[in-house]
Nanobody, 115 residues
Framework: QVQLVESGGGPVQPGASLKLSCIPS????????MAWYRQAPGKERELVAT???????HYADSVKDRFTISRDSMKNTLYLEMTNQQPEETATYYC?????????WGKGSLDTVSS
């Protein structure tokens, strides 16, 4: 059983930055890729960013140049750094890991962007 634990969400004001973390219960290089998704109230879950085992990253058009997905192999931690956040990006952010024949999800971290 694989577990993913997200942290770092919280209320922020428009234009602010926030960094989310995700720690998998197995070595992150077991998975290809690892990813961040988000689900806003009343909407479907959508892809935010992915990072392949070898390193290439992919971003949704809406977050390019503002969000950065990264990882720290020593800490076995995946990150999502978000800048210039907007109210419409209020959502629960989920860490995803794909491998071992399955997709694994964390319980999510709520990020509320509001003035």
């Amino acid at each position: 059983q694989v577990q993913l634990v997200e942290s770092g969400g919280g209320p922020v004001q428009p234009g602010a930055s926030l960094k989310l973390s995700c720690i998998p219960s197995r070595n992150m290089f077991t998975f290809n890729p690892m990813a961040w998704y988000r689900q806003a109230p009343g909407k479907e879950r959508e892809l935010v960013a992915t990072v392949d085992r070898a390193g290439p990253t992919h971003y949704a058009d809406s977050v390019k140049d503002r969000f950065t997905i990264s990882r720290d192999s020593m800490k076995n931690t995946l990150y999502l750094e978000m800048t210039n956040q907007q109210p419409e990006e209020t959502a629960t952010y989920y860490c995803g890991a794909f491998g071992l024949g399955k997709a694994y999800w964390g319980k999510g971290s709520l990020d509320t962007v509001s003035s």
